[in-house]
């Protein structure tokens, strides 16, 4: 077969494979299998830290990592100096850090699957007397502005512009659903969205006694205020503590 026809059949079998299985149903597929690596390396990550004490540890910290942290995330982005798949249990011994931090990133968990597991491992790991600073785009605050006539409420919230072109995805919104789906679903990559009742029970149900609402900048260890200012309008701020008591399971 000449090197023409061969092409030509890979681009068909290619193009018939695509039609079987849809690029959105495919994805997920793909972004596990590019895990796999990370994923066989977590034991050397969990040996790194074995005996380690008083960490600070930014989970999902993108390229936003901070000199003297853990800044974990499962892509090799400048400052990660911990490739790690989140969903897994996480790599510190009981009570090693001191304080944790997570900015956009526990709704790109699913919300039955992986959520509840990493929130209890987060638990498991901060030491007594400890901050869990967990940041999310605020669903209650978008479905608050959704409901507002016009598009001044979530112009706002999103910094999107006097066209609704978003500064964050480079789209142009037609109408406000497009613009709340895109908060909510991100092209399927975030698999939830949270409101304040929502994170301070899933906390609770995770172990944490005290569970905070907080707002940009303020909160109980100046350590962890590493929010970025450019996502505080449209973000809900929760801090969780872990007294030294007996974590109380109860939902409410
Ligand atoms: C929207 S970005 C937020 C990055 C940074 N925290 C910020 O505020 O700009 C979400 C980050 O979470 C990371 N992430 C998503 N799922 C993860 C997982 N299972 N394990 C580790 N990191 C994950 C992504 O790679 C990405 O860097």
Redesign the pocket.
């Known amino acids: 077969m000449s090197d023409h026809s061969k092409a030509g059949l890979t681009k068909r079998l290619k193009n018939r494979f695509w039609s079987l299985f849809p690029h959105h149903a495919i994805a997920p597929f793909r972004f596990e299998l590019r895990l796999l690596k990370v994923r066989r390396r977590a034991s050397l990550v969990r040996r790194r830290y074995r005996g380690a004490r008083g960490l600070l540890v ?1 989970l ?3 390229p ?1 990592g901070r000199p003297g942290w853990v800044n ?4 090799r ?1 400048r400052g990660v100096n911990c490739v ?4 897994r249990d996480l790599p510190f011994e009981d009570g090693a850090v001191a304080g944790l931090f997570c ?3 526990l709704e ?2 699913h919300r039955s699957e992986e959520a509840p597991r990493f929130l209890r491992e987060c638990f498991r790991v901060l030491e007594p007397g400890g901050v869990f600073r967990v940041i999310v785009p605020d669903g209650g605050r978008y479905l608050r502005a959704y409901s507002q006539e016009g598009w001044a409420a979530l112009d706002a919230l999103r910094g999107t512009d006097a066209e609704h072109r978003d500064p964050w995805s480079d789209g142009r919104y037609r109408t406000k659903m497009e613009l709340v789906n895109e908060i909510f679903r991100q092209n399927g990559e975030h698999q939830y969205a949270y409101d304040a009742e929502t994170l301070i029970a899933d906390l609770r149900e995770a172990g944490f006694d005290r569970v905070i609402e907080q707002s940009f900048g303020v909160g109980q260890d100046a350590r962890l205020l590493l929010d ?1 200012p450019s ?1 505080a309008a449209e973000s809900l701020y929760v801090e969780a503590l872990k007294t030294a008591a007996r974590p109380n399971f109860s939902t409410t």
């Open positions: 930014n999902g910290a993108g936003h974990v995330d499962i892509s982005e790690y798949d989140l969903r900015e956009h990133v790109h968990l970025r996502r």
